[in-house]
């Protein structure tokens, strides 16, 4: 069909849009607990989302994560960075417009990460 681009190659915003709704299924099928979605568009260069969720052990992180890169393997978005599957203590997954962090609760716990992003943002000339 002339004028409609194939779901890999659309771009912006739309795109994240759909990645995160992927994410977001993929999270919820591996029984993922606890998931936040963050917006950071606008507030960092590292994407346009951050989601954070927990899984009941290392190897129950380790399948969520497993899970997720499959299934973005499968839409075409198998291009992700990822780093601590060797553990299963903090997987964090980078698809360049979301990133992903999948924590045993209490490593969550002790690095907060989404009470940090979601501070509201200090205006510089409070600090002056």
Same mark, same amino acid.
């Given at each position: 069909?002339?004028?409609?681009?194939?779901?890999?190659? #659309?771009?912006?915003?739309?795109?994240?849009?759909?990645?995160?709704?992927?994410?977001?299924?993929?999270?919820?099928?591996?029984?993922?607990?606890?998931?936040?979605?963050?917006?950071?568009?606008?507030?960092?260069?590292?994407?346009?989302?951050?989601?954070?969720?927990?899984?009941?052990?290392?190897?129950?992180?380790?399948?969520?994560?497993?899970?997720?890169?499959?299934?973005?393997?499968?839409?075409?978005?198998?291009?992700?960075?990822?780093?601590?599957?060797?553990?299963?203590?903090?997987?964090?997954?980078?698809?360049?417009?979301?990133?992903?962090?999948?924590?045993?609760?209490?490593?969550?716990?002790?690095?907060?990460?989404?009470?940090?992003?979601?501070?509201?943002?200090?205006? #510089?000339?409070?600090?002056?």
């Amino acid at each position: 069909m002339p004028g409609i681009l194939p779901q890999s190659m #659309e771009r912006g915003a739309d795109a994240a849009a759909q990645a995160l709704e992927l994410v977001l299924a993929s999270l919820e099928d591996s029984k993922a607990e606890d998931i936040v979605t963050i917006n950071i568009a606008g507030k960092s260069a590292l994407g346009d989302y951050m989601v954070v969720v927990s899984g009941r052990s290392n190897r129950h992180v380790n399948a969520i994560s497993e899970h997720l890169i499959s299934d973005l393997k499968d839409e075409g978005l198998g291009t992700a960075r990822v780093e601590g599957l060797e553990m299963g203590d903090w997987v964090l997954i980078d698809t360049g417009d979301i990133i992903i962090h999948v924590f045993r609760p209490e490593v969550r716990e002790f690095y907060n990460i989404e009470k940090m992003w979601a501070a509201p943002d200090i205006d #510089e000339e409070t600090l002056h």
